[in-house]
């Protein structure tokens, strides 16, 4: 494993002096020119390496460096040829840069920069192009990512690629310059950031351009997020990109290619329909790393801590006839079930008991054989499985993984979500695009339970399938591979390569509908366009066609029978004519004005990559007593360098409520409130050894938030009992709630509508979160024939201070 960053022989990072940013974006893509300019302050050469993430959908498409005067740009080649002119280069006293995809995953690239003479500067410009992922509210988001995961490998796959990012004591030693311009079909509506912005700034009348920057001064110490609004976002769109005029007419630089938009609507008659069937199994990453907070403000949750929530609220969301299983994974797993069972209130109950038990020490992140058992078991009939896989993505064995999923794609959808900052892309878009499935990311203060309830929703409604495309008189070959289905909120671009003559008539018009079905309805969209494009605007639209294509090839050569080394150098040959990185391929450059040979070994240098600034996070290993090592995060600063490791564990349980017996003897003896082996880390806190004693923290279970605990009470049918702990969450007691209960209404029938009430009085702003618990308690008053419904929302109402109406309820 190697650390990621450009550090000297003392951890002392080599500051990165600036980040330059610009951003084109056309309609649903964007072009990102990012240089970066730093400088080598000791007295010796060095070979930096540089890791850095990237986007999974994106395409690299330009790398150039600066060296003082001199400006060398990088050729794509293939792989191996690159890099034995890179080591030759550097071996000479040449300056060399080399970029290349990692061999574990497609986000994650290695820039070696060569050998960089003492005192000199130098920038590095790389340019990528990628799709803009559409947002819950119908936006497009751009994301600019700052930080990188560490990604654990596992014990039997070799080599890793990253185990930890360094920032310097000080903060991120470096700051970045932001613009963005924007152009669309339709006009824009509004820009926004999480990040401050200055203000948008439209270019033309139509509003169908703008410009927006970042504020001046922004560090680069968290994702920077564009959230880009147009109108009519699900009209069919069409944009035609010319070919390159120095480029051989009937190649795929050469050509026009068109861009389509996809991005269905669903009426909400489709949208209020749920289905009841379903086997649904919920994988859970219990590694070390899900210890750590979910972001770095005050009040963070732990990242298993908040998937233990949402795994609650998930196992009261489920339809009373589907089956289920949970699943939780490290170096090894384990599953809740032999195989999926059906949803009960019994089972439910041993699934929630198991639920609260859960905890990051599971050692690493090992996924796929998880996975693999999943897939060795028969599916059952009339239940289509549905895979919910939450991690922080710290995998390294992401192709394999990905390449499970694809041959088992017949069988199963993937919805997975990517936890804390700099979640691997590939592998979570890698696990939703193999499979016909969604994926979401959740990071910063973003609640998890919104994201996952929105995916199940996805799961129980209709999809639009049986996508058909007609391209009424065009001559075309498609780039991009044909669409299976796509849920409520997920849209698809179609690449295509126009062909012939019609293209070179400069009023020529061009006409594709799409077709296909949801639910019981067929529906068609229709666009029409201009095959001459008004102005060039480069080759965006070209190059993430020809990776959309590359990509595929990638995916097939990991097919059983594949013919590996045609399509090996069908990938090199459209890497090369497009200039798109591929892994096969890389990106090499040489400066050959300095022939004088290095004297004495290159020094490794690492760039450093930003992290959290005030209150980053180190993960470390630490030997639990009686187990393997457990990973978990001690929080920089309150660790002093003098400080042992003992110690600062001693202080951190000190200044918690545990309740803990130490008892010190010539052989390690533990005493606690709570068996030992079911507290093996509790918080982040291991069982650890001080001399002859072992220590166990135990901590009390601290109160849940009112809605978990409404959540936690919930019958599996539907119902709420009437109970103390209910009332709490009212603000009342078991008696006040008992002494107004309406005539002829059983105490459960007035505990599931008073909750109903409570929901939509106080808890609305949250409503995604709680939808399907709603529409449970609302089926299951149905069955219960209440004869004086409307007196007891009245009632009710009265009682908790609310004004909800009848049919507001669903009653």
Not at 148 to 154: A, D, G, I, Q
Not at 158 to 173: A, D, F, H
Not at 596 to 603: E, F, N, Y
Not at 755 to 766: E, P, S
Request: with cysteine.
């Amino acid at each position: 494993m190697v650390n990621c960053g450009l550090l000297t022989n003392q951890n002392v990072p080599v500051p990165l002096k600036h980040i330059e940013v610009d951003l084109q974006v056309q309609g649903h893509v964007a072009t990102v020119t990012s240089t970066l300019q730093y400088i080598n302050e000791e007295v010796h050469p060095l070979e930096a390496v540089f890791v850095f993430p990237m986007p999974s959908g994106a395409a690299l498409c330009h790398f150039r460096a600066k060296i003082a005067d001199q400006e060398i740009v990088a050729e794509v080649q293939e792989k191996q040829e690159a890099r034995e002119q890179y080591d030759d280069a550097v071996s000479s006293g040449q300056q060399a840069f080399l970029l290349e995809e990692s061999e574990e995953s497609v986000d994650v690239f290695k820039m070696s920069v060569g050998s960089l003479p003492p005192g000199q500067s130098a920038a590095v410009i790389f340019i990528y192009i990628t799709e803009l992922s559409v947002q819950a509210d119908h936006s497009l988001q751009f994301c600019l990512p700052a930080v990188l995961n560490p990604r654990y490998t596992p014990a039997a796959s070799g080599g890793g690629i990253v185990s930890e990012i360094t920032s310097s004591s000080s903060g991120i030693p470096y700051s970045l310059s932001f613009t963005a311009h924007v152009s669309s079909p339709n006009p824009i509506t509004k820009v926004e950031s999480k990040c401050p912005l200055e203000p948008l700034m439209f270019l033309n009348t139509d509003h169908t351009n703008a410009k927006v920057s970042l504020c001046a001064g922004h560090m680069f110490d968290r994702d920077v997020e564009l959230y880009l609004y147009y109108q009519n976002p699900h009209q069919l769109t069409a944009i035609v990109e010319a070919g390159s005029p120095s480029a051989q007419p009937g190649t795929l630089l050469g050509d026009p290619v068109v861009m389509v938009s996809f991005y269905p609507e669903f009426p909400e008659s489709v949208m209020s329909s749920m289905s009841s069937c379903g086997e649904f199994v919920f994988v859970m990453d219990r590694s070390g790393s899900m210890s750590c907070s979910m972001h770095n403000g005050q009040g963070a949750q732990e990242r298993i801590e908040c998937a233990r929530d949402t795994l609650l609220l998930l196992l009261k969301s489920l339809p009373m006839d589907c089956y289920f299983n949970i699943y939780g994974f490290g170096s090894h797993y384990e599953s809740f079930f032999p195989k999926s069972v059906q949803y009960s209130q019994d089972t439910m109950e041993q699934a929630v008991k198991k639920v609260k038990e859960m905890q990051a020490d599971m050692g690493g992140t090992e996924i796929l054989r998880p996975l693999e058992n999943i897939y060795k078991q028969p599916c059952i009939p009339n239940h289509p499985r549905q895979l919910f896989i939450f991690t922080d993505g710290e995998v390294g064995n992401t192709k394999d993984v990905l390449h499970s999923v694809k041959s088992n794609a017949n069988f199963h959808r993937c919805f997975s979500f990517g936890i804390g900052e700099g979640a691997s892309s590939a592998l979570i878009t890698g696990l939703a695009e193999n499979s016909s499935g969604h994926a979401q990311f959740i990071t910063g203060n973003e609640r998890m339970q919104a994201k996952v309830m929105q995916s199940l929703r996805y799961a129980l409604q209709p999809a639009v399938i049986d996508i058909t495309e007609d391209w009424t008189g065009l001559s075309f070959t498609r780039l991009s591979p044909p669409i299976n289905s796509l849920f409520h909120g997920q849209r698809a671009l179609i690449y295509a390569q126009l062909k012939g003559e019609e293209c070179q008539k400069p009023d020529a018009k061009g006409k594709i509908s799409v077709q296909y079905h949801l639910r019981d309805q067929e529906v068609s969209n229709i666009v029409h366009f201009s095959l001459k494009p008004a102005e060039n605007s480069g080759l965006a639209i070209h190059r993430l066609g020809a990776r959309s294509l590359i990509r595929s090839l990638e995916r097939d050569e990991q097919d059983d029978g594949a013919d590996k080394e045609a399509l090996k150098a069908r990938v090199v040959e459209l890497s090369k004519q497009s200039g798109v990185s591929s892994s096969h391929t890389a990106f090499i450059a040489v400066h050959k004005g300095s022939r004088q040979a290095v004297k004495g070994p290159l020094v490794k240098r690492r760039i450093p990559t930003p992290m959290m600034m005030a209150h980053s996070w180190s993960c470390n290993r630490i030997a639990a007593s009686g187990g393997p090592p457990v990973r978990t995060c001690i929080q920089k600063s309150r660790v002093a360098a003098p400080m042992s490791l003992s110690s600062f564990w001693m202080s951190k349980i000190a200044r918690i409520k545990t309740c803990i017996r130490i008892v010190a003897s010539k052989r390690p003896f533990v005493r606690t409130c709570t068996e030992r082996s079911q507290l093996p880390i509790l918080r982040g806190l291991p069982s650890f050894r001080y001399k002859d004693i072992d220590i166990i923290p135990e901590i009390s279970e601290s109160p849940k938030e009112p809605l978990l605990q409404l959540v936690s009470l919930q019958k599996a049918l539907g119902c709420w009992e009437m109970e103390s702990m209910l009332a709490q969450v009212f603000g009342r007691t078991e008696k006040e709630l008992l002494e107004q209960i309406p005539a002829q209404v059983k105490p459960d029938v007035w505990a599931t509508l008073l909750a109903l009430i409570w929901l939509h009085g106080f808890k609305i702003d949250v409503q995604v979160e709680w939808q399907f618990l709603a529409m449970k308690a609302v089926a299951w008053i149905h069955t219960q024939k209440v004869v004086n419904q409307s007196e007891c929302v009245r009632i009710g109402n009265a009682l908790l201070g609310c004004q909800i109406k009848e049919d507001a309820l669903g009653l």
